[in-house]
């Protein structure tokens, strides 16, 4: 059974960065495609960055264009998203997904994390 620990949110002023982690077990993440996203509060979940098991390719939505980083260290089984510039509409509970597909897409996935709080005050 694979499960995603996410660890790495806390509370930022506006400007400020955050590196979130996804600790895999279970199975190697290099058979996973990944995709973080968010849902803050009031709002629907949506996708924020992914990373595909097929050649690394990477997706960003408009908002964490320039901003945010996607990366994957196998060794460690270990899926990162670096924030920089974090805004306060950046709040929200970030989630981590894991899904056997080869390529980018924010939909369902086959595992998810339990998530970690971002808070940007202003």
């Known amino acids: 059974q694979v499960q995603l620990v996410e660890s790495g949110g806390g509370l930022v002023q506006a400007g400020g960065s955050l590196k979130l982690s996804c600790k895999v077990s279970g199975d190697s993440l290099r058979f996973y495609t990944f995709a973080w996203f968010r849902r803050a509060p009031g709002r629907e979940r949506e996708g924020v960055s992914c990373?595909?098991?097929?050649?690394?390719?990477?997706n960003y939505k408009d908002f964490a264009k320039g901003r945010f980083t996607i990366s994957r260290d196998n060794a460690k089984n270990v899926v990162y998203l670096q924030m920089n510039n974090l805004r306060p509409e950046d709040t929200a509970v970030y989630y981590c997904?894991?899904?056997?597909?080869?390529?980018?897409?924010?939909?369902?996935?086959?595992?998810w994390g339990q998530g970690t709080q971002v808070t940007v005050s202003s």
């Open positions: 997904a894991a899904d056997h597909r080869q390529w980018c897409e924010y939909g369902d996935a086959d595992y």
């Open positions: 990373i595909s098991s097929n050649y690394d390719s990477t």
